[in-house]
């Protein structure tokens, strides 16, 4: 599993937001926001980030893109999110026949049988000509992908999800969801980072 941060986008907007709520930004433009209430907003913003019931709904404005690669059975829980998130993938739909898959596509090694097997039923696909018959092979290699086949997603979320997220599986029995809160842990900006965990 492979996590990495894209981009964080919205801070400056979420703080300027947040700071109409108390009457401290209304008559400002962005330049002289930065420049006299950015540094109280932070400091707001930290008491409030982990208040629920709308106290910490500036963190909806503060976009997080995440590069993610992980096995299908992690994504298959992962896609319990959907709110505030979207995400686009290497679709095996797309992807699964282009190319010869190694050990190195799977979390772990998989059985040197069942890699051959799928590889076969992809050299097979790419050999066929009737759309049937390709169709048949399709669903035949779907069928024996495992479940511990890597796959890559951009994934765009905002901050108040990301904290829901390892809210509910900082301490789940999943090794890779303790490695993906312990990546943005060590990699999200300090303040960003003191708000979600």
């Not at 962005?30 to 707001?44: A, E």
């Not at 959907?82 to 998989?110: A, C, M, N, W, Y």
């Not at 999800?161 to 900082?170: D, K, V, W």
Request: proline share 3%; net charge positive; with cysteine.
């Amino acid at each position: 599993m492979k996590v990495d941060i894209i981009e964080i986008t919205g801070i400056t907007t979420a703080l300027m937001g947040l700071g109409l709520s108390y009457g401290l930004t209304s008559n400002m433009d962005m330049v002289d926001f930065i420049y006299t209430k950015y540094d109280k907003l932070l400091k707001i913003a930290e008491a409030l980030a982990h208040k629920q019931r709308g106290h910490n709904k500036f963190l909806e404005s503060i976009n997080i893109s995440l590069d993610i690669t992980a096995p299908r059975y992690w994504w298959c829980e992962f896609d319990t999110y959907r709110v505030g998130v979207t995400k686009q993938s290497e679709s095996t739909i797309h992807t699964i026949t282009k190319r010869t898959l190694t050990q190195g596509d799977f979390q772990q090694p998989i059985d040197e049988f069942q890699l051959t097997r799928i590889n076969y039923l992809i050299a097979r696909y790419n050999r066929e000509g009737s759309p049937s018959i390709k169709n048949s092979i399709f669903a035949k290699i779907k069928n024996n992908l495992p479940e511990g086949f890597l796959q890559r997603r951009i994934v765009v979320l905002n901050a108040k999800t990301l904290q829901n997220i390892i809210a509910q599986r900082i301490n789940h029995r999943l090794p890779e969801w303790k490695q993906f809160c312990d990546t943005l842990r060590n990699s999200l900006p300090f303040h960003v980072c003191s708000w979600v965990f």
